[in-house]
């Protein structure tokens, strides 16, 4: 069954370090591939998208996430956290014109 | 360019009775989607919708049902309420179906009780 598996259910970083968030899927043929954020009391924003081409794709506000093939991966990548990115991030995947989310992972970002 | 619109934002029914949800896309799209958002199912499609037709569907019982109007503003009708119905109602619009660039609402937050 097509399914978007997001590990992670809450993941806490420190201010500025690395963050890496995580997402599988499991499709017959590679779907078109999203991460989307959403604060508290707002929709979803688009962060970046991957639909084929460079396996590195860069989003706003300064993330990135990379495809994998091979482990059918699709992580959301940020060199350095800001407080203001502490929110729930989605990521989604579409397979004509089906579009499933991954349960979210909510991040906290400490001081 | 003024973002995608939802009103009401927030919404109390009673079980059984029915209700209307509101989305007005960004100027200019004329696809526009709906999704339910609870903490126990997460995020689903309900439907999509362009030129005044429904181009896709989600796993949902008949009870929900949705239009837009010719100037792509849509609507959502949840008839017959059940505790369940109570979610964030998310609203996004794109340009076309397929371009894949959804701009979403801030939801709607429906309350049955």
């Known amino acids: 069954a097509q399914s978007v598996t997001q590990p992670d259910i809450h993941i806490t970083v420190s201010e500025g370090a690395s963050l890496e968030l995580r997402c599988n899927y499991s499709?017959?043929?590679?779907?078109?591939l999203f991460w989307y954020v959403q604060s508290p009391g707002q929709g979803l924003q688009l962060l970046l998208k991957?639909?084929?081409?460079?396996?590195l794709v860069q989003g706003i506000k300064g993330f990135e996430a990379e495809f994998k093939r091979s482990q059918s991966s699709f992580n959301l990548r940020k060199p350095s956290v800001h407080w203001s990115d502490a929110a729930e991030y989605f990521c989604a995947v579409d397979r004509d014109n089906d579009m499933r989310f991954g349960a979210g992972t909510r991040l906290t970002v400490k001081p | 360019k003024a973002g995608v619109t939802q009103t009401p934002r927030y919404l109390i029914k009673t079980r059984g009775q029915q209700v209307t949800l509101s989305c007005s896309p960004i100027s200019g799209h004329r696809s526009v989607s709906w999704y339910q958002q609870t903490p126990g199912q997460g995020l689903q499609f309900l439907f999509e919708y362009f030129s005044e037709t429904q181009r896709n569907k989600g796993n949902f019982p008949g009870r929900f049902s949705g239009r837009q109007f010719s100037n792509s503003r849509s609507e959502m009708n949840v008839s017959t309420l059940e505790l369940g119905d109570s979610a964030l109602y998310l609203c996004?619009?794109?340009?076309?179906?397929?371009?894949?660039?959804?701009?979403f609402g801030p939801g709607t937050r429906l309350t049955v009780t």
């Open positions: 499709y017959g043929a590679t779907p078109y």
């Open positions: 996004a619009s794109s340009p076309d179906p397929g371009t894949y660039e959804q701009y």
């Open positions: 991957y639909f084929s081409g460079d396996t």
